[in-house]
């Protein structure tokens, strides 16, 4: 599919490319079971076979459990916690990780869990990851480094509850053989909302619908400040200063603004501790254009600005394209 008809990048416009010929894309591995399964039936079986991955028998968790937490507790609207995480395929993994984590993971490993509310995917081509910045960055190493990025939204007030399910959850996947283990996490956290930045005041959607609306693009920018002392001046300077007069007239239609948070000590062995919690921000730009379209324009002095302001370093801007759920468009073009 191409944008608009242009060419000169890359092929865009040409046809999407479809995987190897002798590539299948694998089941989630709690499907396997129960293929082989009814494999197994024949024209003169007497008995259907047992399917080993039927439904489980619902467990009585007591006749007022569920009324009774939802009885209680926050349960607004606004997204208090974000869980952002930046993944790289291990090369010749990329068809069969994209399979996984949207088929598999992104339900079961996030979306279907307590709190949290909105998700969505992003992906970086090859050409996206070029335009990546700085060279040297403390984040991505090297800063192309990290094809996928997935996005999700945590009810304000419910961090301590979804961390308590979604590190019970991952062990269980672990332990069912559902993690994908050819991947590297690049950049992983769980952060808390500190700010959202409109481009157009009270007008268009809020944060809370911004996973949900169809943004062509996302930008995600983490910045250092110079010592734990500085990240207050630096947000302020950001939502004061910076973003209201970067926002006028570009496709950034908001930015939202997001500190990290420690992973607890019984997280997954394969995802590291988090860096820059004291002095680290992360902001997220939803665009309404390609990044491509005006990146130059937009985001090329931007790290400059930032030096200028004795407040902190970028360390990492990296532009993104929504995934297209289903299909495995773009990862032909992740190498």
Excluded at 97 to 123: K, L, T
Excluded at 156 to 183: A, P
Excluded at 251 to 272: C, E, Q
Aim: with cysteine; aromatic share 10%.
């Amino acid at each position: 599919m191409g944008r608009g008809g242009r060419g000169g990048r890359g092929g865009r416009d040409g046809p999407i490319r479809s995987p190897p010929d002798d590539f299948v894309h694998p089941p989630p591995p709690h499907l396997m079971t129960r293929q082989l399964n009814l494999s197994l039936m024949t024209a003169d079986s007497e008995h259907t076979p047992e399917v080993t991955n039927a439904p489980a028998a619902a467990v009585d968790t007591g006749p007022a459990t569920y009324a009774d937490l939802a009885a209680v507790g926050p349960y607004g609207v606004h997204p208090g916690h974000a869980l952002i995480t930046m993944v790289e395929p291990h090369p010749g993994h990329e068809y069969a990780y994209n399979r996984w984590y949207e088929d598999d993971h992104y339900i079961a490993g996030a979306m279907a869990m307590p709190w949290i509310f909105s998700g969505r995917r992003w992906v970086a081509t090859r050409e996206l990851q070029l335009l990546r910045r700085p060279e040297q960055s403390a984040v991505a190493r090297p800063v192309t480094a990290g094809c996928y990025l997935s996005t999700y939204w945590i009810t304000e007030g419910r961090y301590d509850e979804h961390m308590k399910w979604t590190v019970g959850i991952n062990k269980r996947l672990n332990r069912d053989g559902r993690v994908y283990r050819d991947r590297t996490h690049v950049f992983t956290a769980f952060q808390d909302h500190l700010a959202t930045v409109y481009r157009d005041g009270a007008a268009g959607p809020r944060d809370f619908h911004a996973l949900d609306h169809p943004y062509a693009g996302l930008v995600l920018e983490v910045i250092d400040a110079d010592g734990p002392e500085r990240r207050d001046q630096l947000l302020e300077w950001l939502c004061a200063r910076q973003l209201p007069r970067r926002l006028p007239g570009s496709a950034a239609a908001m930015v939202t603004v997001f500190r990290p948070t420690p992973l607890p000590g019984d997280r997954m062995s394969y995802v590291r501790q988090v860096e820059g919690v004291d002095t680290r921000l992360t902001l997220l730009w939803f665009l309404q254009e390609d990044p491509r379209d005006r990146w130059t324009e937009q985001f090329a002095d931007l790290e400059e600005e930032v030096a200028e302001s004795g407040l902190g370093r970028v360390e990492l801007l990296a532009p993104f394209l929504p995934t297209v759920p289903g299909t495995d468009r773009y990862v032909s073009e992740l190498r």
